[in-house]
């Protein structure tokens, strides 16, 4: 059951996704597709060597039962699968099969069913249903034709992004050898943006650095190119394309601090933006868009947000991992190719001076980074729970608590900052994040905090 996870289906290759698995989760996916009234679904992949050999069991599978029709977009990034959904009159369901940003012996599947999230409860009664009733794997004929959503999506973006012709800053891009090249590469050439590539070639080994942009070491390369050419701006994806990094000469840009910009530029053309982010986010974000819209807390993970973003038609929704979902002039799903060309819109009535400045002269908070305490699946909501018993008495020396948000772990307010304990919904770990108007009093919430789950 560790493979179906609260976003997605993810797991080893061969390991945990083997064939009978994997044609048994076609199986099941194909049922839910019939119970929504559905006949056709759309099925992409990424860069990872067995991704192919994934979609054959998992096309068989789907076949096993039924005369679905299978769109095959073939090797594409992410958002690409999202894309095909409002853009072809007939499809309302996709599967992506990515590994995202996990080592290469990783693999999985992002579901979408009528243009909804699988995720959830859902993945995980899709999981109890193939333990009760698991299919021999069986040679099946899927009904499979080809379809051209890159394409489509790749015309929509040049057209999208006209104003960004010329675009007068040469700009240094790390693909990290994930699919965000296939895309953006024709999308950067149409509008005559001078760029820097760095490892757009597709490689499922990912020989250069580990495809995860909000990691610093994997930032290094681009950092590198970047001082080396007297290049100004570089952006960075994952492996899959629906996160990224945004940095300029002197500044890497968190995804709360793209959230305040963002909603800059909105307010600036006459909106009052509705931003939603999630709980490991800065006061600062809050406060900052409050000023000029509004901006509401959530749930951490994509499917969370979008949910959110839709239910509350919010302007965009934001995650510190780079995850930036566009519901103003876009469809509301976690695109980092898009976000990227958002990103440089930033800058053309802005010099990178100006935009780094902006963002330093907000009010000033101490932050620790997310870091990780290694637990078990079946102990860290555990924790959470007896972490929450404790936060109702705790010892005499702990720092006032104003108030705990429990939407997603804990999320405890002090007089001068705050700290979160969650459990990660994709991994066995504790996540903790703290922020205060001291480093030191960061640090005492720190310790404090962490005392108490020890």
């Not at 890497?252 to 490991?280: C, H, Q, R």
Request: charged residues 25%.
């Amino acid at each position: 059951m560790s493979i179906f996870r609260e976003y997605d289906i993810r797991g080893i290759f061969e390991k945990e996704l083997n064939k009978e698995i994997v044609f048994n989760i076609g199986v099941n996916i194909a049922n839910e597709i019939k119970s929504k009234g559905e006949n056709s679904i759309a099925i992409g992949y990424d860069a990872r060597s067995h991704s192919p050999i994934l979609f054959e069991w998992l096309c068989k599978g789907i076949a096993f039962n039924s005369d679905i029709a299978i769109y095959d977009m073939g090797m594409i990034p992410t958002p690409v699968a999202y894309f095909a959904l409002y853009n072809f009159e007939s499809l309302h369901s996709s599967i992506m099969i990515t590994g995202s940003h996990n080592p290469k012996e990783y693999n999985g599947f992002k579901i979408t069913l009528k243009k909804e999230p699988f995720y959830g409860k859902n993945i995980r009664k899709l999981g109890e249903n193939i333990l009760k009733n698991k299919i021999l794997f069986k040679e099946t004929k899927p009904n499979i034709s080809n379809i051209n959503a890159l394409e489509k999506y790749i015309d929509f973006l040049t057209s999208h992004f006209a104003n960004l012709k010329n675009f007068r800053e040469k700009i240094a891009i790390d693909c990290g050898n994930g699919v965000a090249g296939l895309a953006i590469k024709n999308v950067l050439d149409n509008l005559n943006i001078s760029y820097l590539p760095l490892y757009f070639e597709p490689d499922g080994t990912f020989p250069n650095h580990h495809p995860d942009p909000s990691e610093e070491k994997n930032l290094m390369h681009l950092k590198n190119a970047m001082k080396e050419n007297g290049i100004n701006i570089g952006i960075a994806f994952d492996g899959d394309a629906d996160r990224l990094a945004l940095i300029s000469k002197n500044y890497s840009f968190k995804g709360d601090e793209l959230a305040i910009l963002f909603a800059k530029e909105m307010a600036k053309n006459g909106i009052k933006p509705l931003i939603i982010g999630e709980v490991k986010c800065s006061s600062i974000m809050y406060d900052e868009i409050n000023k000029i819209g509004k901006a509401l807390m959530y749930k951490t993970g994509h499917s969370n947000l979008k949910v959110k973003l839709k239910e509350t038609n919010a302007h965009l929704a934001a995650e510190m991992s780079g995850h930036i979902f566009f519901n103003d002039r876009y469809f509301g799903y976690d695109d980092a190719i898009y976000s990227a060309f958002r990103a440089l819109e930033l800058f053309l009535n802005s010099s990178v001076n100006e935009v780094e400045d902006f963002i330093k002269s907000l009010p000033k908070m101490y932050s620790t980074p997310e870091e990780k305490i290694e637990s078990s699946e079946e102990e860290k909501f555990e924790i959470i729970r007896n972490l929450a018993l404790k936060l109702k008495n705790p010892p005499r020396d702990f720092p006032k608590i104003i108030n705990i948000i429990s939407i997603d772990g804990l999320r405890v307010i002090f007089e001068n900052g705050w700290g979160l304990i969650r459990a990660s919904n994709t991994t066995p770990v504790l996540v903790t994040r703290f922020e205060a108007s001291s480093k030191e009093l960061a640090e005492t919430y720190k310790q404090k905090m962490l005392s108490l789950i020890k």
